[in-house]
């Protein structure tokens, strides 16, 4: 047994030998792999510290390579416009060809390009290259704008714009391949390169020559048309009053406008969108000051004829107004212009509201006379027509009052303390409620003005009152039968303005009534009525004229008498009086009336009370009470 277990510890001592003399020989091994790591780290770092300059070095190489190659590919290129300058120059010393400018226009762009890289390089070498090619990009510059002149040329004829107008047809334009040559041409005349070869920073050479070709033929199309406008609107008989279309400026601003239009359409298609408004109001410019030159002779004449004229004031804001309004709507331009040309007028239209109010006072007051029947003078006629005239104006004068204000248009002075140098727009030409409101009140004031300096003047020179209210009535009536007749019932349609004609008829009536108190006072008799009966009636509660007479004096009797008499003298006198006036139709039905009214009662009470004072002899009873009434009646 003891044996057994000491031949296993051995085997086991054997074997953990076995395993110390293992172990010893993998730590040989360990220690030798890490000598030989160490050797292997310091030989990599060895050869890579002498790699690091042959790296460095081939780098440099290939850097100093490229850039020996850009070198090389830049002398090409500047060498390269050198050696085309002659292809060039040929070129452009043949001139574009008018059926083709593409090569050419090719040409210059080849001449820019080179002209910007010989520039870059700023080499000596390259300044006299650099000059030769500025020649030749100014002489081609030249030629190109030579050509473009010519192809515009051939459009320069002046139309006669009455040929399109009338026949409603479209102003000519520019044909499409001519259009698009010249846009061709101005792609590079726009260009900051043709500017400079042109000594014209400012300004491209296309839109100069356009202007100045295109402007003159716009302003000869419609120079005659600028003449006819101030010669039709001179050529009338003296002191009547403008009507509406006579004058030719309607049918110039209506070519304007049209010519104006194709032009836009012109040009829209031969320069670039950022030029079109530059190069439309420098063609429009000529034709503009013309216009602007024959509005202000236009001008002159109202101004010296202004109570006639002044409605051609009115007419030229809402002609050049609405045509400023629509070109700008379509070309975005040109509204500051038409304003600027349209300030002469605007103003002159602002004062004429003072003007003709201050114009019925010194007229009113400088007349020597009035008609002694007391007929219509001719001169409320006309302020009448003048007001009718202003309805057919409603835009104009909607602006101009809504500018002045309620009532300050009553004095010169209050026009010059609001004027404005504000210009009209569509807005304020909006005839709205307001606007009719003010026009109203500006011809109720005129119409006021005009028959309180009538009334003034008629006491003033016609002793007799009622002359004066005969007078006073038929200018009244006059004034509302051409209101009625007339687009000035709709303006005047408040009641206010009625209700100031009527008192003013009131007051003729009035007036004119004054004088037949004198036959009423005849027919007034006194009654004591504690002294005396009841006056004695018939079955029939008429009154018993012969015990009214009976129970009279003798005095109270002649007293009767008297009175028939002075009735009878005065209600004839003024009865002949009445025929012999001159009176509108409606005056002598309403005086007649309102006679009638006023004798017709008091002497049927008289005449009850009295007829027989002369027992049916006619001796002083000269009028029963059919006669009378047919008498009344026959007045009117």
């Known amino acids: 047994m003891l044996k057994a277990r000491n031949a296993d510890h051995a085997e086991e001592r054997a074997e953990v030998e076995v395993l110390f003399a293992e172990a010893a020989k993998l730590d040989t091994i360990s220690r030798k792999i890490k000598a030989s790591s160490a050797r292997l780290d310091n030989r990599g770092q060895l050869s890579k510290n002498a790699a690091k300059p042959v790296y460095s070095n081939t780098h440099s190489l290939q850097t100093m390579n490229d850039n020996i190659d850009k070198i090389l590919d830049a002398i090409d290129k500047m060498l390269g ?135 003159g033929y716009l302003s000869g199309s419609l120079h005659n048309l600028s003449t006819a406008s101030i010669s039709t609107s001179k050529r009338k008989v003296s002191g009547e009053i403008y009507r509406q279309g006579t004058s030719g400026i309607g049918t110039y601003s209506q070519a304007i406008e049209s010519s104006f239009s194709a032009e836009f359409n012109n040009i829209s298609a031969v320069f670039g969108r950022e030029n079109w408004g530059f190069a439309f109001d420098a063609t429009c410019r000529k034709a503009l000051a013309e216009f602007a030159k024959t509005l202000r002779e236009l001008n002159m004449h109202i101004k010296a004829n202004l109570a006639t004229d002044c409605f051609l004031a009115y007419e030229i804001m809402e002609i050049v107004t609405n045509v400023g309004y629509r070109l700008d709507q379509q070309t975005g331009q040109l509204k500051l212009p038409f304003a600027d040309a349209l300030k002469p007028i605007q103003e002159t239209a602002r004062s004429s509201l003072a003007e003709l109010l201050e114009d019925v006072r010194r007229r009113v007051s400088s007349m020597q006379s009035l008609p002694l029947d007391g007929s219509v003078i001719p001169f409320t006629t006309e302020i009448m027509t003048r007001m009718q005239t202003m309805t057919t104006y409603p835009q104009s004068l909607a602006s101009i009052m809504a500018s002045l204000g309620d009532g300050n248009w009553q004095s010169v002075a209050s026009i010059h303390s609001t004027s404005s140098t504000s210009l009209p727009s569509l807005k304020s030409f909006d005839v709205g409620a307001d606007s009719s409101q003010l026009l109203a009140h500006y011809i109720m004031d005129t119409i006021e003005t005009l028959l309180t300096s009538l009334d003034a003047k008629a006491r003033m020179l016609l002793k007799s009152k009622s002359v004066a209210g005969v007078f006073m009535a038929n200018n009244v009536a006059l004034i509302d039968r051409m209101i009625r007749s007339s687009d000035l019932s709709s303006v005047l349609s408040t ?49 018993d004229s012969t015990a009214m007479i009976k129970q009279l004096g003798s005095k109270d009797k002649d007293s009767i008498k008297e009175k028939f008499k002075n009735f009878n003298t005065s209600f004839d006198e003024l009865s002949s009086k009445h025929k012999a006036m001159q009176m509108e139709r409606e005056v002598r039905s309403q005086l007649a009336r309102e006679v009638q009214a006023m004798i017709e009662p008091l002497y049927a009470r008289f005449w009850d009370r009295y007829h027989e004072i002369d027992k049916g002899k006619g001796k002083y009873v000269k009028y029963d009470k059919g006669s009378l009434s047919a008498q009344l009646a026959g007045l009117g």
């Open 81 to 215: 416009p050198s050696e085309d300058k002659g292809r060039e120059e040929r070129i452009i010393r043949a001139g574009p060809d008018p059926k083709g400018i593409t090569d050419y226009l090719a040409s210059l762009k080849r001449i820019d390009r080179a002209l910007s890289q010989m520039s870059s390089t700023n080499l000596r070498v390259n300044q006299q290259a650099i000059g030769d090619f500025n020649e030749l990009l100014a002489e081609g510059s030249g030629k190109l704008q030579a050509l473009y002149r010519s192809i515009l040329a051939d459009e320069l004829q002046p139309v006669e714009p009455l040929n399109f107008l009338v026949k409603k047809k479209p102003f000519p334009v520019l044909e499409q391949e001519k259009a698009s040559k010249l846009g061709l041409i101005d792609s590079f005349l726009s260009s900051s390169t043709a500017r400079n070869a042109s000594h014209s920073s400012r300004e491209s050479p296309s839109i100069r020559i356009y202007a100045e070709l295109r402007g």
């Open 495 to 543: 009641g206010s303005a009625s209700t100031k004609i009527e008192s003013w008829r009131k007051k003729g009536t009035s007036a004119y009534l004054e004088s037949w108190r004198e036959p009423c006072s005849a027919l007034m008799d006194v009654q004591y009525i504690n002294r005396s009966p009841r006056p004695p009636s018939g079955n029939n509660g008429v009154i």
